[in-house]
């Protein structure tokens, strides 16, 4: 009861009006149903500031919490109503659930343990579960409570979070291509790409990757491989990839990445070395995304240092790029993007080394089947300060298992 009183002024929020008529559980939840959030939430502490002990009320008002993108004002009433009720399962699932959304999963996986002395065989909580041993790390278990919540209330939502679960970490194969085509005499390029990544343990992963270009009439080719490895929180990515005796793809690309996911996305820093037969690029590159629910936006710079074996001074160009993407269908995205100097380091060629000012707009699809393959389709187009133009098309087919 004193757990009780002290959240009734919590509850009531401010500027609630004790007098006021207070609304029937009915009506709240009816407005509740109609996605009217803000009035929901209102009538809901009315009726908690009238009646501390009305349990069910301080439930929905936890829920509107979530619904609206407050977990951290949610959870601490979560936590009010299972102090007073020790056996009220929504509550100890609200809890965990609230603790994932402010990615504390090893809290959380914590939390849920009650939930589950209490439902053993709830699906909620094994969907809770999965999510929260994902985000702490322990990939396999998570997949496998993703499963079970999945097989046992084969829910669109429980579906989809399973597959997007495989998909992010599960093993998968992919293959691209792109073709450019330039405005002023330069022959049309083409590229082949594969790429192998599978995970050898939960936080480690090992990738393999070939890739074929022919541009400016010059075929090349190169390979390689790398790993990533994920200590809690935080990706570490080394690779590189090597063509001696290349001459549009580099002899040697070195890639150093380091990350930390916190609450809103990913921030990172990446170091690149590539080396060319007449010149060098070292590149330095801080970005960071931040991602909702059904969409992400994300901001990069890049610093490119050249340093040509025929000339004494070095040249800088500098890279700014954003881009978005949003969920339009369960299985459907579409992604924007400016960039404004070199367009993608990772297939870096001697047309785009030095001072290199160019301006690039994308845009692209891609479509996420049940069988775990996702199919992408993109458009670059790029005018540069010589008064050239280029526009690129890419598709990449990616399969995960």
Do not use: C
Not at 139 to 147: A, E, M, R, W
Not at 157 to 179: K, P, T
Not at 193 to 201: A, E, I, K, T
């Amino acid at each position: 009861m004193l757990v009780a009183l002290l959240l009734t002024t919590l509850l009531a929020g401010p500027g609630a009006d004790a007098q006021a008529q207070v609304p029937t559980q009915a009506e709240a939840e009816e407005l509740a149903r109609q996605g009217q959030h803000v009035e929901a939430l209102d009538a809901f502490r009315r009726r908690a500031a009238n009646n501390p002990n009305d349990l069910n009320a301080r439930l929905w008002i936890a829920r509107l919490h979530e619904e609206m993108g407050r977990p951290d004002l949610a959870e601490p009433v979560y936590r009010s109503v299972l102090l007073e009720a020790p056996d009220n399962v929504d509550a100890a699932i609200g809890i965990g659930r609230t603790l994932v959304s402010l990615h504390r999963g090893e809290d959380a996986i914590t939390a849920l343990g009650r939930a589950t002395q209490l439902a053993p065989k709830d699906p909620n909580i094994a969907a809770s579960l999965g999510a929260a041993h994902l985000q702490a790390g322990n990939i396999k278990l998570g997949l496998s409570y993703l499963d079970m919540a999945a097989s046992v209330a084969p829910t669109p939502e429980n579906q989809l979070a399973l597959e997007e679960a495989r998909r992010l970490h599960g093993h998968r194969v992919e293959a691209s291509a792109f073709y450019e085509q330039f405005s002023e005499g330069v022959p049309d390029a083409g590229n082949g790409n594969l790429l192998v990544d599978y995970r050898l343990h939960d936080r480690f992963r090992v990738m393999g990757r070939g890739q074929y270009q022919r541009k400016f009439d010059v075929s090349d080719q190169r390979g390689g491989g790398g790993f990533r490895w994920q200590p809690p929180y935080m990706t570490v990515v080394v690779s590189a990839l090597f063509g001696p005796g290349n001459d549009v793809l580099p002899e040697a690309d070195a890639l150093f990445q380091v990350g930390q996911t916190v609450r809103y996305g990913t921030w990172d820093l990446q170091y690149r070395y590539v080396s060319f037969p007449d010149a060098h690029v070292s590149v330095f590159s801080p970005g960071i995304r931040w991602e909702g629910d059904g969409a992400w936006f994300g901001v990069r710079y890049a610093l490119a240092i050249t340093d040509y074996a025929s000339f004494l001074n070095n040249e800088d160009s500098h890279t700014a790029a954003v881009e978005s993407g949003y969920r339009v269908r369960p299985r459907v995205w579409v992604n924007v993007g400016y960039i404004y100097g070199v367009d993608d380091f990772d297939t870096l060629s001697p047309d785009r080394l030095g001072a290199f000012k160019a301006h690039t707009i994308r845009g692209g699809v891609r479509i996420d089947l049940a069988s775990l393959t996702s199919i992408v389709g993109g458009y670059d187009y790029q005018w540069r300060e010589d008064d050239s133009s280029m526009s690129r098309v890419t598709v990449k087919l990616i399969q995960s298992f």
